[in-house]
């Protein structure tokens, strides 16, 4: 069965600090994608990235980046310089390859707490 | 706007009554989810269609839970007698295929 963990719950930092979200998962399958998606108070899930376990490949995106270690079975996501609209609930996921639903399965998320 | 819309937004009903949810997903997209999210957990899937067919139901999906997309476009999720236990966020998702799923705002369900 696919699991995922994010073991940090909260995190609070001050603007500007740099912050590393964790992300474990488990599968069985040799083909699968990853994703973070951010939750606002709004309480929408936004789209932040999706990998395919082929690519291990780290992505940076503005002050965002991803490091995806096969090896540790990990897929952390760091915020550079911190703002306060950074401020959401994070959830990694996970999902197999093509051919099935495709359903995501959700790690608990980490609220980040992003203070002036 | 051409995002995944989901109707009503908040529902408060009694415990006992029958509920339905509607979403309507980005438009050219063929794939349908349905989650539910309860406070502090990540969402969990309960069904999901491909077009008009419902093709994978979670075991949450209880037999007072019925899902519907009818021309494979909107898509229903009515709930029958509703318990407390019901309580959580709906959130509606969509995608083209096997591409990245794009969600809703949520309907967020209350039971008295």
């Known amino acids: 069965a696919q699991k995922v963990t994010q073991a940090q719950t909260e995190i609070s930092v001050v603007e500007k600090e740099d912050v590393t979200l964790d992300c474990v998962y488990e599968?069985?399958?040799?083909?699968?994608?990853l994703f973070w998606y951010k939750q606002p108070p709004s309480g929408e899930l936004v789209f932040l990235i999706r990998?395919?376990?082929?690519?291990?490949q780290n992505e940076i995106s503005g002050r965002y980046s991803w490091n995806f270690q096969k090896s540790t079975s990990s897929f952390n996501f760091t915020i550079t310089a911190s703002q306060v609209v950074d401020s959401a609930v994070y959830f990694c996921a996970l999902s197999e390859a093509p051919g099935g639903a495709q359903k995501l399965v959700f790690g608990q998320g980490t609220r980040l707490t992003i203070n002036p | 706007d051409t995002g995944v819309s989901q109707d009503p937004r908040h529902k408060i009903t009694k415990r006992g009554q029958n509920v339905t949810f509607r979403c309507d997903p980005i438009?050219?997209?063929?794939?349908l989810y349905w989650y539910r999210q309860t406070l502090g957990q990540g969402p969990e899937f309960l069904t999901y269609f491909q077009n008009e067919a419902q093709l994978e139901k979670s075991r949450l999906l209880s037999d007072r839970f019925s899902a519907e997309r009818p021309k494979g476009s909107f898509s229903t999720l009515e709930i029958q007698r509703t318990e407390q236990g019901d309580s959580a966020m709906y959130l509606c998702a969509s995608s083209f295929g096997g591409a990245s799923q794009y969600f809703g705002p949520g309907t967020r369900l209350t039971v008295l």
């Open positions: 599968t069985r399958d040799t083909t699968y994608y």
């Open positions: 438009s050219e997209h063929n794939r």
């Open positions: 990998r395919n376990s082929f690519d291990e």
